[in-house]
Structures are given as C-alpha cells and as structure tokens.
C-alpha cells in the first residue's frame, strides 16, 4: 500500500505523520458499516456481498465473523444502552440486537410500503434512531436483493424511540447515505451519493438544521466531493468531519474547509473512531480494512447533548 498524508492546514495538527495505516483484515469483497463497541472493545463491520458481520477483537488483534448470514447487513451503529444497531438490505429493514442476543425489528416499512435498504444509521441523545434509505440494497443482488423500490423514493427516517413510529424527516435528496450529528445535536449532515448513478449527480455532503421544531431544515451543501463521492462520515469532538472518499479520508472543518487528507492509495467507504481513547480511526476500504491513530478523538456518543449526564 502507498500512502501519504497531505496536511491541508499546518496549523491544525491532525495526523501522526509517522503513523502507517495498518491492514487488519485483507479479505473482504465490500467492507462498510464500521462501528466500535467500546465495553468489549470490538470493532463491528459488515462485508456486504459476503453476507456476514465481522469482529476485530481491539485485545487480541483477531478478526472473526460475527454474525452470518447477516442479510447484506450495512450500517452498524451502537445506541446509548451499547445495543448494536443494524440496516439490513437484504431484508430491508432496521434491528437491534438486544441484551439477550435475540434481533428485534425496529423499522422495515413506511406508511405500510416496504423500506429500499437501510443504509446508514445514527442514535441521538434523546433514543431516537435516524436512518437513511437510498436504494443500493436492491440495485442488484450483489449489494442485496435486486428489488423494486415500493416507495419511490429515497428518503432519510427518523425512528421514534416511544411510539416507534416511522417518520420521513428528510425526503429533498436522491441517494441520501452516510448521516452524523453535530456534537451538540441541532445539526445534522447527510451524504447524498447520487453520483453512483452518473457524474451529473450529485455527491456532496448536506447541512440540516434541528433546532426548530418539526422537520429538519436544509442549510445547502457543506462540501461537494472532490474525489469520486463520499459515503460514510464521522465527526471528531471537534465537529471536525471525517470524510470516506475515492482516494481515502479527508478531514474538513464543520463548514467544509478542507483541512487534510489521509491518501490510502484507494477508495475508502465508510470509517469511524474507535479504542479506548477514540482516537483509532477505522477506514473500511472495498477489500481491506484499515486503523491507524490520529490527533483527533471521536465524538463521545455516550454523552448526552455533548456532555456527561
Ligand atoms: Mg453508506
């Protein structure tokens, strides 16, 4: 592997220039939906044509399958309890895996028609569970199940943690994919990756904003894509976001200044933070997934609206 660092702003040290990423697993046909769990220090992520979970134990350095099949799971996340939740193409659906073990359906249909393939998911403070929906999952039978998209249209959904409604909160975007909240939580950004369908399309990452009642309101793009199209996206404690692009991660600040770039020498898809100190980053590449640490922590999602409760 060649890679380098390109430190766009000197002034903000962000990298460990010495640091190598290192490749702890090299067989996967699509790595995405990394996630960390930090009490049993796991790193969780999904092979999505090999239909299968995977664990890399941050203790033993061992990689293992975790779950398979797994429905062409993609996007993990953790939720405040440290309950791992997980999209399902292959089922079209959203679960959570409880204490026990047992998957608990939380969401595979909206207004009673069928959901695309869940993509991405994040858990905000207050249990609610924000997924999006694009279409990849049912593209063709590598990614998933080729399918018919019974809603038309590719929307980001908001899971109520009491009602357990399904509501349509963001419905303005084609392939809406990789989603992250503002540390203080009255920002969202959301990915689109409509470019996947033709380079007309858009790839860019978008600014919503919460804090008023009812649905998000679109602030306008933060950042277009400058190599190939994002996926996923983590933000650092510092709102920093950490961007999975065609030639590797960049790091841009909250308004989209381009603050450095980690060359991996291909395409990353999806990363997020992880170990102890959250300063490991994961980076899921098509084949490889790698972890290198940086100068940067990831947002604690542990707490509540950004701090401890
Ligand atoms: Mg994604």
Redesign the pocket.
Known sequence: MTMRYEQTDPTIRIFILHEEPEVIFGDGRWN??PCYLPASRMFVWSDIPEDRLMRFDEISGTVCAFRTPSHHA??NTVDRQGRLITCEHGTRRVTRTEFDGTVHILADRFEGRRLNSP??VIVKSDGSIWF?D?T?GIDSDYFGNLGESELGVASVYRLDPVTSTVEAVITSMIQP??LAFSRDESRLLV?D?ARTGGPHLPAHIRLFDLSSKGRPEDRGIVVEASAGLF??IRLDDQDRIWAATGEGVHCYSFDGRLLGKILTGGPI??LCFGGPKRNILYMCGPREVLRVPVRARGQNTFLENGKAS
Request: glycine share 24%; aromatic share 6%; proline share 6%.
């Open positions: 995405e939906g993609n996007g993509n991405d999006s694009p990849y994919n990789g990915v990756s996926d996923g898809i999806n």
